[in-house]
Structures are given as structure tokens and as C-alpha cells.
């Protein structure tokens, strides 16, 4: 049996969801994103699952882009934070080329969040204060996975889990491996995009103005309107 390749050329929708003038803008770009997560996470998981879920570019020392989804972990005046394996080949990029850029895909919103910015990694005492929030199963999935490294089979991945179940049982502590942690996103551009329709979508840009990436701080960035 046959089966048709759909017709990406025939797959549209009107994005007549919102708008997104200068004036609904807020002062900050903390403020501006806070509204639109929590807007995002008001849509419900039957239509927008994981909305902290951020598709992260990176740049190897060989000059290779890449691309992967990652989960927002925490966002303050500071700038965004996320957890990876350290050796991992996103990990091995951001060593070399420490910038990145990260877009929130919200689809059903018809909304998209554009950051560039720079990875630097957090604290030991900041990745074990999270470490210790995530499901205990979590915890030993961080040690199980040299994350990037080739492997034989699944079964490799089966068998470690079960000796780390087995030497931390369910209410035991997990000590944070050496090789994982969190990496804190500084912004210099971040950009809320609304599609609109006719495809003239609304992009207002938050830029730095100065030396300070203070989220928080409306001193700090200035707002410009981009064409879509």
C-alpha cells in the first residue's frame, strides 16, 4: 500500500491568535516573558506540552551548528538557566564558542521568543540545589548517561540503571556526578515575535543599551520593532 508525502507547501494556517503592539509591551524583558510562559502555560498540556521547552543553538570548535530542545530551567534578572551532561557534544560547542541562541516555540499561541545570548556554566552549589529537586530516577539517569557517547545497545543503559537502583535505593541520596550541571544563558537580544496575519507578524526586540544584561532593569535595554 501506498502512502502520499504530504504537501508542506499546502500546510497553513492565519495566525490571528493576538497582536503585539509597543504599548502591551512590558518594561522588561523579564516581565515580558514571565506574562507570556505563564500564558503559555495557561494553554494547558493537551495543547502545549512543556512550555518551558527551548530549541538551543550551538556552534562546534569545527565550525558545525547544531541544534537540539533543551527545558528552561529557571530565569531571573541574571539571564536563563538549563541542565545538560557536561561532556556532551552541546556542552563540548558551548566550551568552544560560548554563544548561543534559543527560541521558545509556542505554537498554538502562534508565538515565537528569539534569545541570543552567552552560556557560562553556574555554580557547583547552584547545580546540587537543583540536582536535589529532580525525581530520584532522574538523578540516576545523570549518572547512567554519558550523553553523546556511542554505545552498543540499550541494554548498556538497562544494566547500569539497574546496579545505580540497586546502590541507591528509592530514599537515598544521589550525589551529584562531575560531569552534570547547569549553564546560565546572559542575554543580548531577546526578541517576542506574534504572527499576525498576511503574514505581517509583530517582532519587538528587546537590545541591550549598555554594559549591564540586568533582565530586570528597563534602564538596560532599549525596544526596537523589526519587519517581519
Known amino acids: 500500500m501506498s502512502i ?4 508542506p507547501a499546502d500546510m497553513r494556517i492565519s495566525y490571528d491568535k493576538d497582536q503585539l503592539n509597543e504599548t502591551d509591551l512590558a518594561s522588561t524583558p ?11 502555560v ?16 550551538v556552534r562546534s570548535q569545527d565550525d558545525v551548528i547544531s541544534t537540539r530542545s533543551v527545558l528552561l530551567k ?13 561532556g556532551s557534544t552541546k556542552a563540548d560547542a558551548i566550551a568552544a564558542n560560548s554563544q548561543v541562541s534559543i527560541t521558545f516555540p509556542w505554537y498554538p499561541l502562534h508565538r515565537q521568543v528569539n534569545i541570543v545570548g552567552t552560556a557560562t556554566k553556574v555554580s557547583r552549589e547552584e ?15 545523570a549518572i547512567v548517561s ?3 557517547s556511542v554505545i552498543d545497545s540499550r541494554e548498556v543503559l538497562e544494566t547500569r540503571m539497574a546496579e545505580l537502583e540497586a546502590q541507591y535505593p528509592e530514599g537515598t541520596d544521589v550525589p551529584l556526578p562531575d560531569v552534570w550541571g547547569g549553564y546560565l544563558i546572559t542575554v543580548s537580544a531577546m526578541e517576542f515575535w506574534q504572527g499576525r496575519r498576511s503574514r505581517l507578524h ?20 532599549k525596544v526596537i520593532r523589526l519587519s517581519p
Open 202 to 221: 509583530d517582532r519587538l526586540r528587546f537590545v541591550k543599551s549598555g554594559s549591564s544584561s540586568d533582565l530586570s532593569d528597563p534602564t538596560a535595554w
Open 42 to 57: 495557561a494553554v494547558g498540556k493537551d495543547e502545549l506540552i512543556e512550555p518551558n521547552a527551548m530549541v538551543i543553538a
Open 4 to 7: 502520499d508525502t504530504p504537501n
Open 30 to 40: 523579564l516581565a515580558q516573558f514571565t506574562k507570556w510562559l505563564s500564558e503559555a
Open 127 to 141: 547545580s546540587a540545589a537543583y540536582f536535589d529537586t529532580r525525581p530520584h530516577g532522574s538523578k540516576l539517569g
Open 74 to 86: 529557571g530565569i531571573d534578572a541574571r539571564g536563563l538557566t538549563f541542565y545538560t551532561n557536561y
Open 146 to 148: 554519558a550523553q553523546s
